[in-house]
T-cell receptor, first 113, second 113 residues
Framework: DQQVKQNSPSLSVQEGRISILNCDYTNSMFDYFLWYKKYPAEGPTFLIS?????DKNEDGRFTVFLNKSAKHLSLHIVPSQPGDSAVYFC????????????FGTGTRLQVFP | DGGITQSPKYLFRKEGQNVTLSCEQNLNHDAMYWYRQDPGQGLRLIYY???????QKGDIAEGYSVSREKKESFPLTVTSAQKNPTAFYLC????????????FGQGTRLTVV
């Protein structure tokens, strides 16, 4: 049972344009969401997070939007740069049980010149 | 430099042999985790520990064992009972408290031949 889903395995975007990565979840108890970026043969690095009391969180070129009624979140990268090319993982947890981060399957983003 | 160190980066073992993956952190984090990544799948939780001398099974604990004798160390043993041990293994740690992100090591690629 996949509680966190990233239905697009890959995304290709031109440099300078917006990248939108999507994530859906099924467990309504999740109230804290994170995005991680991962290069091949390396560990993931934390990008940005959002709690369920917000619907938007922004950090530089990265913005995460949360739609609780739809159980959907998205990561926007504007403008996209070639260095953004990586696999992006969405993760979710329950605040009172942050020992368990549930990850999605990842979306491979390629930013081309 | 504070961080999480996994060693070795690449590991080869013969089928039927137990193997132990090392994970050390100097971030003074209370919680530590082991995840497994397979192609096309997200990060799946194997074991986690919130305090020394205590740990819990994750979603795919069968065929694995861990120990947490020291706060900074959380070794993972892949036993011969693990049916498909070839994978990329990631160790992570996080501070105590809620709504905190996990920090990952660089990973160990285990290949069983």
């Amino acid at each position: 049972d996949q509680q966190v889903k990233q239905n697009s395995p890959s995304l290709s975007v031109q440099e300078g344009r917006i990248s939108i990565l999507n994530c859906d979840y099924t467990n309504s108890m999740f109230d804290y969401f994170l995005w991680y970026k991962k290069y091949p043969a390396e560990g993931p690095t934390f990008l940005i997070s959002i709690s369920s009391i917000k619907d938007k969180n922004e950090d530089g070129r990265f913005t995460v939007f949360l739609n609780k009624s739809a159980k959907h979140l998205s990561l926007h990268i504007v403008p996209s740069q070639p260095g953004d090319s990586a696999v992006y993982f969405c993760a979710a947890s329950r605040s009172y049980n942050t020992d368990k981060l549930i990850f999605g399957t990842g979306t491979r983003l390629q930013v081309f010149p | 430099d504070g961080g999480i160190t996994q060693s070795p980066k690449y590991l080869f073992r013969k089928e039927g042999q137990n193997v132990t993956l090392s994970c050390e952190q100097n971030l003074n984090h209370d919680a530590m985790y082991w995840y497994r990544q397979d192609p096309g799948q997200g990060l799946r939780l194997i074991y986690y520990s919130q305090i020394v001398n205590d740990f819990q099974k994750g979603d795919i604990a069968e065929g694995y064992s861990v120990s947490r004798e020291k706060k900074e160390s959380f070794p993972l043993t892949v036993t011969s009972a693990q049916k498909n041990p070839t994978a990329f293994y990631l160790c992570a740690s996080s501070p105590a408290g809620w709504r905190t992100e996990a920090f990952f090591g660089q990973g160990t690629r285990l290949t069983v031949v």
